[in-house]
């Protein structure tokens, strides 16, 4: 069965900080990597994706991930984080063969201190 | 124009209800989802429809009843509500049931008294 992990349960930073988020997954076979956000009250929204190709994806807002297959991981990361960052940011995995069915991480909270 | 919505926003009911929570696309998906987010964020996937087919049902309980009229709606039905199905409902459509970026809705944040 598929999983994920998110280890880091809650991140504090203050602007301007460089955040990186870490993100393993656990699945036999080929897969589909996501990164959502989910604003304050929001529903969630596609951040990056990463299907096959260039492992460095970038994202909107200036995020961006780096899938590492070796490792298991798709670490999201950040350069210079703002206030409006502030959000619950999720993982996710689908295999590439097979139902869409989306297996999300626990989440990680950041709140950015400006 | 909203992408994916839902209503109600809010449900407040009590043990032993019936209730409904609606969604509606526009994006002309043909896959639309049913996602439970609990009170510790997790986010699990319930149901899944492909042309108003249902082709993915997690273990979820017989009183969690979903139902496609057409490809552009997904309704839920929760029968005989429990304290433990308080949680936020998601709905989120895809273009197909193969592998692609889900869209969505705003929520439905039910709480059972």
């Known amino acids: 069965a598929q999983s994920v992990s998110q280890h880091n349960h809650h991140v504090i930073l203050s602007e301007a900080a460089s955040l990186e988020l870490g993100c393993n997954y656990s699945y036999g076979g080929t897969v589909n990597l996501f990164w959502y956000v989910q604003y304050p009250g929001q529903h969630l929204q596609l951040l990056l994706k990463y299907f096959s190709g260039d492992p460095l994806v970038k994202g909107i807002k200036g995020f961006e991930a780096e899938f590492i297959k070796s490792k298991f991981s798709f670490n999201l990361r950040k350069p210079s984080v703002q206030w409006s960052d502030t959000a619950e940011y999720f993982c996710a995995v689908t295999s590439q063969t097979g139902a869409n069915n989306l297996f999300f991480g626990t989440g990680t909270r950041l709140t950015v201190i400006p | 124009d909203t992408a994916v919505s839902q209503t109600p926003k809010y449900l407040v009911t009590q043990m032993g209800n019936d209730k409904s929570i609606k969604c509606e696309q526009n994006l002309g998906h043909d896959t639309m989802y049913w996602y439970k987010q609990d009170s510790k964020k997790f986010l699990k996937i319930m149901f899944s429809?492909?042309?108003?087919?249902?082709?993915i049902n997690e273990t979820v309980p017989n009183r969690f009843s979903p139902k496609s009229p057409d490809k552009a709606h997904l309704n839920l039905h929760i029968n005989s509500l429990e304290l433990g199905d308080s949680a936020v409902y998601f709905c989120?459509?895809?273009?197909?049931?193969?592998?692609?970026?889900?869209?969505f809705g705003p929520g439905t944040r039910l709480t059972v008294t």
């Open positions: 989120a459509s895809s273009p197909s049931f193969l592998p692609y970026e889900q869209y």
């Open positions: 429809y492909n042309n108003k087919e249902l082709i």
